[in-house]
């Protein structure tokens, strides 16, 4: 069993909005009105950032008349990105307070508070109906979660029969354990990485059909040697969220999840599944 409360003291600092603000102003963005391209840096709290969350609904079907899921919604990015781009309505819960707060707030200035909603909750416990969603994502979550049988019976409850779900995560790899802090947890006891045979099997037990699967590790270097290049030709970073939610510790954090995607420790991972009718 994990104790959420280290995960949302990871999580939290008391400041997340004055502290985006800041870093908004420093962009040369009224934080007032920053629009979804100067927020972006910061609200895909994910590896890859934006261009994770383009991936992931370019692989998706969903129509406006559509309700879909986030699990672990954080500042809500890839929620009102999915709002804005399908015109469907997102639902999201996340364990972190600060961050439904900040996720409200975003939300609010981006005028998406009817397509977006916030809950704080636990993925594993969900206020929600059975079948009450035509989809469901996840990104960067599970690693937090313990009981993944318990997190996948409890997505494909609250997803109608048929629905897909996709996941993003970082999968144990054959390079051993990661060294800590990493920017989804401050000591091995908050982390839970899963093989990629072990996930199959969790999700393939609690109602599943995998329909894909890829390793994304090439991306994420890529993605790392360009953001690179424009600091050194005196850019900003292109993903900026650890940064800003962690504070001090981002460094460390960054190093390590740096040193674990290229030594085969964390390995990410993208599957696309459907929920079989039971
Ligand atoms: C690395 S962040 C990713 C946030 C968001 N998915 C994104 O990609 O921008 C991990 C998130 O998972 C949330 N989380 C961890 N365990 C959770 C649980 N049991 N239930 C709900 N949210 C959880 C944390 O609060 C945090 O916001």
């Known amino acids: 069993m994990s104790d959420t409360r280290a995960i949302v003291g990871h999580y939290t600092s008391g400041d997340l909005l004055a502290r985006l603000e800041a870093r ?47 699990v672990g919604s954080g500042l809500g990015g890839p929620a009102r990105y999915l709002a804005r781009r399908f015109g469907c309505r997102v639902s999201g819960i996340d364990l972190t307070d600060e961050f439904c707060a900040v996720a409200r707030h975003l939300t609010a200035l981006l005028g998406l508070d009817e397509r977006v909603s916030i809950t704080e909750g636990d993925a594993l416990a969900m206020p929600y109906d059975d079948a009450a969603f035509d989809g469901a994502y996840s990104m960067n ?3 937090n979660i313990a009981d993944k049988r318990a997190l996948y019976r409890e997505i494909h409850r609250v997803l109608k029969p048929g629905a897909w779900l996709m996941l993003s995560e ?18 091995a006891a908050s982390s839970f990485l899963a ?9 393939e037990a609690c109602g599943f059909a995998i329909e894909s699967l890829r390793e994304t590790t090439e991306a994420a270097l890529a993605y790392g040697a360009r953001s690179r290049r424009l600091v050194e030709a005196g850019g900003k970073p292109l993903h900026r ?10 460094e460390d954090a960054a190093a390590n999840s740096a040193r674990a995607l290229k030594e085969g420790r964390a390995v990410p991972i993208e599957l696309l599944c459907r929920a079989v009718p039971a």
């Open 24 to 70: 908004l102003r420093e962009d040369g963005v009224d934080p007032a009105r920053p629009g979804a391209d100067a927020l972006a840096p910061y609200d895909h709290f994910h590896g890859r950032g934006l261009e994770a969350t383009e991936d992931m609904a370019a692989q998706l079907r969903i129509t406006a008349g559509d309700h879909i899921l986030d």
């Open 141 to 143: 979550v599970s690693m």
């Open 170 to 187: 970082a999968a144990q790899g054959p390079g051993g354990a990661p060294d800590y802090p990493t920017p989804w947890a401050r000591t």
């Open 195 to 203: 093989t990629e045979a072990e996930t199959r099997a969790n999700l």
């Open 241 to 250: 969220a650890v940064s800003l939610i962690h504070g001090a510790l981002a």
